[in-house]
């Protein structure tokens, strides 16, 4: 693949701010990071974060004025969404009634448990596994900030709760979705990162 | 659930410290990056910076240091002071900042809550609500504390909640700095009328003030600043307490 042993990740650039966060994550992890949204460098990147903040109906309009939404659900490179960003990688969303890209076959919904919205702060992880969470437990803290969230279903990797058991970590074949922030979770967090870092370019599609 | 959050509040001037720290691990204690990197390296769940600059003029080194402070650490933070617009906003969270927050400009101009909501998420909007308690009455202060608002404390925050704020950080002007412990009959209440976290302020001066701020008062955060600074509670002991009274929290 092109630009091979480069130590680059590219970020998704889609007008949702804040990923300087992201960026200072990885330069601490001597990586640097390309912010775009040009098809060519978005297939040639070697691995990919697909972040986001805010509301999901505008990052998903954002997502389809870039043309985003008809690329992302074609890479076959390590994707790792963030946040906002595995929600929109889910097959819809409460949140304005969003249509998602439909990697992850579950509906992101809005917590409605009694619980305070959004939730803020920072929860162990129930349950973890595949090689993203390597060298990360079950009951690890990481921190979380939304009012919506993935059910737990199929393709569930990581589990936390707050009034409900849902996902804290999703796969499908070479995408990964996170709903915690990995660069806010102390090392926690970037043990997750460079697990991603650690993941094989290829061949992990099938 | 999410444990209860220690945030440690650093406030700042013109890109410095400025209440005096005494700790000598520190080559700088005047330094926010580096007492920030102590913090987050001693526990801390998150920080708040508040710049407290006199003017605008003097603010201008802010955004260099929200850069410095989030390349410096791994946890999240909230930046305050002097944000009065959108644009304020945006060049913090550019910057690095995970949320911010306001204050006399919300209660000046409610409806930037719903703007700043709207076009940031509510997650990364705290509103800060000073106030002070009158013959049974919780009245906000503005500018600091020295002007009063003319809005009482649960109004105001069920307003900001409706508006789109995604936490309120209540600074009880009674408690402040008085180390007698936090408000904790007001937070209870402020708990159950608004369904967005509450973070206590004013009053620490003991590690049971926090634990009765997370029990009696229900709060979801306690903020503090000299107890920290000054050495007089370590973060570790504070959440050794807090695990041993059966208090959910990050160790």
Not at chain 2, 91 to 115: C, F, Q, T, W, Y
Request: glycine fraction near 10%.
């Amino acid at each position: 693949m092109a630009g091979a042993g480069k130590k680059e990740v590219l970020i998704l650039d889609y007008g949702t701010g804040n990923i300087q966060s992201l960026s200072y994550a990885f330069s601490r992890r001597g990586y640097t990071t390309v912010l775009s949204n040009n098809f060519d460098q978005i297939q040639a990147a070697e691995r990919i974060i697909f972040p986001g903040v805010g509301a999901a109906k505008m990052a998903m309009q954002k997502l389809k004025e870039n043309g985003l939404d008809l690329i992302i659900p074609g890479l076959t490179q390590p994707v790792l969404g963030i946040c906002l960003g595995m929600q929109l990688m889910c097959r819809s969303s409460e949140e304005g009634d969003t249509t998602g890209l439909g990697i992850f076959d579950v509906d992101v919904r809005k917590f409605n448990c009694g619980v305070k919205v959004p939730c803020v702060g920072w929860n162990q992880l129930t349950e973890v596994k595949t090689s993203l969470f390597e060298g990360v437990h079950k009951q690890d803290y990481v921190y979380l900030i939304h009012s919506y969230y993935a059910p737990a279903c199929e393709e569930t990797i990581a589990l936390t709760c707050y009034g409900t058991p849902y996902s804290a970590g999703l796969r499908k074949k070479n995408f990964f979705g996170v709903q915690f922030h990995p660069e806010k979770s102390g090392p926690v967090g970037e043990q997750i990162l460079d697990n991603f870092l650690k993941l094989p370019t290829n061949d992990i599609t099938s | 659930m999410t444990t209860k959050r220690i945030i440690p509040c650093l406030d700042i001037a013109e890109g410095r410290t400025v209440k005096g720290v005494n700790f000598k691990e520190l080559r700088d204690a005047g330094d926010p990056v580096e007492l920030a990197k102590y913090y987050s390296d001693s526990g801390a769940d998150e920080l708040v910076f508040l710049d407290i600059s006199a003017s605008q003029e003097k603010r201008k080194t802010l955004r260099s240091l929200v850069k410095q402070v989030a390349k410096a650490i791994n946890i999240p933070f909230t930046v305050g002071g002097g944000i009065s617009a959108v644009e304020d906003v945006k060049a913090l969270l550019d910057s690095g900042a995970d949320k911010v927050s306001i204050n006399s400009s919300a209660v000046r101009n409610p409806e930037l809550i719903n703007e700043l909501s709207s076009t940031f998420g509510r997650q990364c909007i705290t509103v800060a609500i000073d106030a002070k308690q009158k013959l049974n009455q919780w009245e906000v202060y503005l500018m600091g504390g020295n002007k009063a608002a003319g809005l009482e404390l649960f109004d105001w925050a069920r307003e900001v909640e409706k508006r789109g704020a995604g936490e309120i950080l209540f600074t009880s002007m009674d408690h402040d700095g008085t180390k007698i412990g936090f408000a904790n009959e007001a937070l209870a209440r402020l708990s159950s009328q608004v369904n967005i976290p509450i973070i206590a302020s004013g009053g620490a001066g003991n590690i049971s003030h926090f634990l009765d701020a997370f029990t009696l008062g229900k709060a979801d955060a306690a903020l503090a600043a000299s107890v920290f600074h000054f050495k007089e509670i370590e973060i570790a002991d504070l959440k050794r307490a807090m695990k041993e009274r059966g208090i959910a929290v990050r160790l």
